[in-house]
Antibody, heavy 121, light 113 residues
Framework: EVQLVESGGDLVQPGGSLRLSCAAS????????MHWVRQAPGKGLVWVSF????????DYADSVKGRFTISRDNAKNTLYLQMNSLRADDTAVYYC??????????????WGQGTLVTVSS | DIVMTQSPDSLAVSLGEGATINCKSSQSVLYSSNSKNYLAWYQQKPGQPPKLLIY???TRESGVPDRISGSGSGTDFTLTISSLQAEDVAVYYC?????????FGQGTKLEIK
């Protein structure tokens, strides 16, 4: 059974940092591009970032570019999101998601349950 | 960036009746080389992550009931639920995966009348 389990969400002050993790199981993690998507409380879905299978190709939403870094450890079957210079508008549930078919431009067939990041003083 | 616009924002339908949600993209998401529309629909219930319903605009994900269908091409797409059931109450999102940033519609809240 495919499972994605996020962790690392917390209450952090503006300007602070946080690292999110997404532990994957039930599939060959190293064969799949992975994404982060976030959802502010009561709001819609917003794509954040993606990483290819070996980490050589990444992309970010303009709103997080230069502040967030996506990475992965295929030996540990884990996806990461390093979040720096956090702002109040980064407050959201952060989901990791897997692509159908593993790579390329396809939709997300599995999502984690999400981890809540709250940026507030 | 491709902007996705859904209509209506909310919809109330009687049990057993049909529901239609529209999604319009600011540019075509039809890739000419493979004739595929890079458009998906998701369902999200409170406290849960989104669930993939439809991809390539009209391909039903495994396990999705056949009363849920998708149609459209280019820039205009539709999600249709033919006979509303209580478990269909949710927020529905369209998403384009034609290019990054992948973008979602603002969501349509479907309720029972």
């Amino acid at each position: 059974e495919v499972q994605l389990v996020e962790s690392g969400g917390d209450l952090v002050q503006p300007g602070g940092s946080l690292r999110l993790s997404c532990a994957a199981s039930g599939f060959t993690f190293s064969s799949y591009w992975m994404h982060w998507v976030r959802q502010a409380p009561g709001k819609g879905l917003v794509w954040v970032s993606f990483i290819n299978t070996d980490g050589s190709n990444t992309d970010y939403a303009d709103s997080v570019k230069g502040r967030f870094t996506i990475s992965r450890d295929n030996a540990k079957n884990t996806l990461y999101l390093q979040m720096n210079s956090l702002r109040a508008d980064d407050t959201a549930v952060y989901y990791c998601a897997r692509l159908i078919g593993g790579s390329g431009w396809t939709p997300f067939d599995y999502w984690g349950q999400g981890t809540l990041v709250t940026v507030s003083s | 960036d491709i902007v996705m616009t859904q209509s209506p924002d909310s919809l109330a339908v009687s049990l057993g009746e049909g529901a239609t949600i529209n999604c319009k993209s600011s540019q075509s998401v039809l890739y000419s080389s493979n004739s595929k529309n890079y458009l998906a629909w998701y369902q999200q219930k409170p406290g849960q992550p989104p669930k993939l319903l439809i991809y390539w605009a009209s391909t039903r994900e495994s396990g999705v009931p056949d009363r849920i269908s998708g149609s459209g091409s280019g820039t205009d797409f539709t999600l249709t639920i033919s006979s509303l059931q209580a478990e269909d109450v949710a927020v529905y999102y369209c998403q384009q995966y034609y290019s990054t940033p992948f973008t979602f519609g603002q969501g349509t809240k479907l309720e029972i009348k």
